[in-house]
């Protein structure tokens, strides 16, 4: 195989299983039916939940170890938690935890300041009660200090990540995806939204963007560059879509100079016809999904 053709594979091997959705899928039904009968007086196991996070944008990879689920809740019921007398924030989350608990009795789960979290064996939910303003913006409670209230855009986050990835042929959710795969492999202390904003940023601009896994070293390496290039001392960027802060988790540009060595390695063994070493060195960035022969 070329180095398409490698591309391909690994980007195939990246994604999430059918079996993987299927149980996602069941998890996220019930987990809905139970807060639209508590919160909403419905049946249904589909209104009013969303998913955000990777998994809603479409940039998670095989394994996935979290899903972000947001259920939107009557007015009535923000009007109800806003006028505690201390942190309704708080009582707010009991209250989303004690209703799924009535589905899911034996499995792990507790409020954490902005979430409620259901740990299950293969991977945790994190389900935020969020509330619908007229500006765009859903409304959600941080429990933290007291307590307050926060904003968040969810959909309009998904919504650009979707629209550059139409724009470049697909190639944004494989970036994503693969810089996922470097960040397990490597250790990278980077978040999820952070990848996503980045690679957002820097394919909006590179000029193959439009092209096919023919390109996928040279923007491997291109990213890798991008990535050890941005400021080490940068509080926060704007995620795309919302404009909201996303903040550092750690500093990745060294890591990031790392694999940018390695792929220009990995492109000159491919361009001395050293496959099996090219691949090898495509294998220390990312891991085993790597293909290691035809």
């Known amino acids: ?28 039904s019930a987990i809905t039916k139970r807060l639209n009968l508590d919160f909403w007086n419905s049946s ?11 998994y809603g944008r479409e940039t998670a990879i095989r394994g996935v170890s979290d899903i ?13 938690y806003n006028s505690y007398q201390g942190n309704g924030q708080s009582a707010l989350l009991q209250a989303v935890k004690n209703s799924i608990a009535k589905t899911y009795s034996s ?23 969020v509330f619908f303003n007229s500006n765009g913006y859903y409304t959600y409670p941080d429990s933290n200090n007291g307590g307050s209230w926060k904003e968040v855009k969810p959909k ?45 940023n820097f394919i909006g601009s590179w000029q193959y963007r439009d092209k096919s896994y023919f390109y996928y070293d040279f923007m491997s390496r291109d990213f890798f560059e991008f990535l050890k290039g941005q400021n080490s001392n940068q509080s926060y960027w704007r995620a795309p879509g919302s404009n909201q802060n996303v903040y550092p988790s750690g500093n990745f540009t060294y890591k990031a100079g790392q694999a940018y060595n390695a792929a220009i390695e990995a ?17 220390e960035i990312y891991g085993t999904d790597y293909p290691s022969s035809d």
């Open 107 to 129: 499995t792990a789960m507790r409020g954490d300041g902005q979430v409620v979290v259901v740990t299950f064996n293969d991977m945790k939910y994190e389900i935020v009660p």
């Open 68 to 80: 972000d689920l947001l259920m939107a809740l009557p007015p009535a019921i923000y009007t109800q």
């Open 44 to 54: 249904s196991d589909a209104d009013h939940s969303f998913y955000s996070g990777s």
């Open 156 to 200: 309009e986050e998904i919504a650009a990540i979707a629209q550059r990835n139409s724009e470049t042929n697909g190639n944004l959710r494989e970036l994503c995806r693969m810089t996922r795969a470097w960040k397990d492999r490597c250790s990278v202390p980077i978040s999820g939204m952070l990848i996503d904003t980045l690679a957002y």
């Open 1 to 28: 195989m070329g180095v398409g053709e490698d591309f391909q594979k690994f980007c195939n091997a990246l994604r999430i299983t059918q079996g993987e959705r299927s149980t996602i899928s069941g998890r996220t």
């Open 267 to 283: 492109i000159a063994y491919a361009e001395n016809k050293n496959t099996w070493s090219a691949r090898q060195k495509w294998r």
